[in-house]
């Protein structure tokens, strides 16, 4: 494809999806040609229609191949969103088709958004599809497991080229509005096709877009239009409620605000959601309770390896009070015997992660109990995955993870392909630089079952699937157990 066709077949590409209009047609090339450094378009047509992931590569190795651009995953991230920025639809644009899309349903609205999300490559579908992605099945329920693949690892050379740049302020974060169009830089992604809905919630300005690393179906996030901290107090369960009413066929739900228990993110209050039913939201409630003052609405314990409340009815004023109550209740809480401590030396450990839906007919509100009390055994976090687990997973669990759906990291595809192979051939591994973190666990699995070159693939990911969910009991505040629940039902009638 020469670097003409290129520029057609994109012209070809966005016109068929919608991105542009047949009359922006010469608009655009002029555009292009002019990034490209080109006097002159020649009309060559490409046979058929190439994807998308084609037609930029052709554009990525003429820009490298003539000097306008590093060869690194970083810099061609940079260029080709510049390119895409050209074809995708201005904020007003973009926002005048939601809202006449929203008058007819919100489930439309949103549909068209995530479309054109895709279509923009704001959200890189063809590195999507190359995330591992799996389910296992335990007492649980169907837990999702993921090995991400579609965050690109930073070369060694813009790595270099980051820690020399000059740091900026602008945008202060990621979630932070001045994304939308901004260019990016070796440290900061480019987002010249990104674009955000505005949405009101709790009488508060806010913002909705997608993520562009999608973890499950429609994944969006709601986030304040102002760069301040994460908080989770009445208000917050309040803008989830919005959230909901806004988009009824969308879970929403928030990190907790505090580290090792928190998000990524928590000098940007943002929540997270979507078009997807987690693990978490399926699994019944086990053991029902009641608050005084509040039988309209239904509460429990919810079978989950985590320590989950339910809150369920119509009237989301009193769920929400509900909810305060047993947030402020939490915060001071402490159990000695079930290690529990509400701080130490000032240091606040208690926190919740709340997630909220509409469910036939009745608004819920998951309260998932948190603590990120750390110790000399457990530095990185008591209530957080433990060491005999780190092979799988160390870094901290998260809302999405909460849920059921577990992000593992993306070295797991190569180690576990080798770790296979030495399985098979009854290779000595601890010794093995890469794999030896793994060998006490291939032991297990080696003993457990009688593996060959037919079940070995689903075993291991069965075990992995297995690992997650203890890690995510490992993160539960109370045990599953009869002492656990005992201690979980002393602190709801502590509430």
Same mark, same amino acid.
């Not at 399985?423 to 457990?448: C, Q």
């Given at each position: 494809m020469t670097i003409f066709q290129a520029i057609n077949a994109l012209c070809d590409y966005s016109v068929k999806s919608g991105l542009i209009e047949k009359e922006d047609r010469v608009f655009c090339i002029n555009r292009v040609i002019d990034i490209l450094s080109i006097d002159e378009f020649i009309d060559e047509k490409y046979e058929g229609q190439p994807a998308l992931e084609e037609i930029l590569k052709t554009i990525l190795d003429y820009a490298c191949e003539n000097g306008l651009c590093e060869n690194s995953v970083v810099y061609r991230d940079l260029f080709d969103t510049r390119i895409m920025g050209i074809f995708t639809p201005k904020p007003s644009q973009v926002i005048n088709e939601f809202k006449n899309r929203y008058a007819v349903s919100p489930e439309s609205a949103t549909e068209y958004y995530y479309n054109l999300s895709v279509n923009s490559d704001y959200i890189r579908r063809y590195r999507i599809k190359n995330d591992v992605k799996w389910v296992t099945k335990t007492e649980y329920g169907d837990i999702d497991i993921t090995i991400n693949l579609s965050k690109p690892e930073k070369d060694p050379k813009a790595i270099a080229a980051a820690k020399n740049s000059k740091q900026s302020g602008y945008p202060k974060c990621q979630l932070c509005i001045e994304n939308e169009g901004y260019a990016g830089r070796v440290n900061h992604p480019a987002r010249e096709n990104h674009r955000i809905i505005p949405i009101t919630i709790n009488n508060e300005e806010w913002c909705f877009q997608y993520s562009p690393y999608v973890y499950y179906n429609e994944h969006c996030i709601a986030l304040n239009s102002k760069h301040t901290p994460m908080i989770i107090n009445r208000d917050a369960f309040n803008k989830l409620f919005d959230f909901v009413k806004l988009f009824p066929h969308?879970?929403?739900?928030?990190?907790?605000?505090?580290?090792?228990?928190?998000?990524?993110?928590?000098?940007?209050?943002?929540?997270?959601?979507?078009?997807?039913?987690?693990a978490m939201a399926k699994a019944p409630v086990e053991t029902e309770v009641k608050f005084n003052g509040y039988d309209d609405i239904s509460a429990g314990i919810v079978r989950w390896p985590m320590s989950v409340i339910r809150l369920k009815g119509k009237d989301t004023v009193k769920i929400t009070e509900l909810a305060e109550k047993i947030l402020l209740k939490w915060r001071s809480y402490d159990d000695e015997?079930?290690?529990?401590?509400?701080?130490?030396?000032?240091?606040?450990?208690?926190?919740? &992660?709340? $997630?909220?839906?509409?469910? @036939?007919?009745?608004?819920?509100?998951? *309260?998932?109990?948190?603590?990120n009390i750390t110790t000399d055994e457990y530095p990185d976090g008591y209530y957080h995955p433990h060491p005999e687990y780190h092979h799988i997973k160390k870094e901290n669990i998260g809302l999405i993870e909460v849920m059921g759906l577990a992000v593992l990291p993306s070295r797991l595809k190569n180690e576990i392909n080798a770790?296979? &192979?030495? $399985?098979?051939?009854?290779? @000595?591994?601890?010794?093995?630089?890469? *794999?030896?973190?793994?060998?006490?666990?291939?032991?297990?699995?080696?003993?457990?079952?009688?593996?060959?070159?037919?079940?070995?693939?689903e075993i291991l990911k069965d075990e992995i699937g297995l690992v997650f969910s203890s890690i995510l009991e490992q993160c539960g505040v109370f045990e599953r157990n009869e002492t656990g629940k005992k201690q979980f039902l002393k602190f709801i009638e502590s509430v």
């Open positions: 969308y879970f929403i739900g928030s990190n907790a605000d505090l580290p090792i228990v928190g998000g990524s993110i928590l000098t940007h209050e943002h929540f997270q959601g979507g078009n997807y039913t987690f015997k079930a290690f529990i401590f509400s701080n130490t030396d000032g240091v606040p450990h208690n926190a919740v &992660t709340p $997630i909220a839906r509409f469910r @036939d007919g009745k608004y819920e509100l998951d *309260l998932v109990l948190r603590n770790l296979k &192979t030495a $399985i098979l051939n009854n290779a @000595d591994i601890t010794s093995d630089e890469v *794999l030896s973190k793994h060998s006490d666990w291939a032991e297990m699995i080696k003993n457990k079952y009688d593996i060959n070159e037919n079940n070995i693939d």
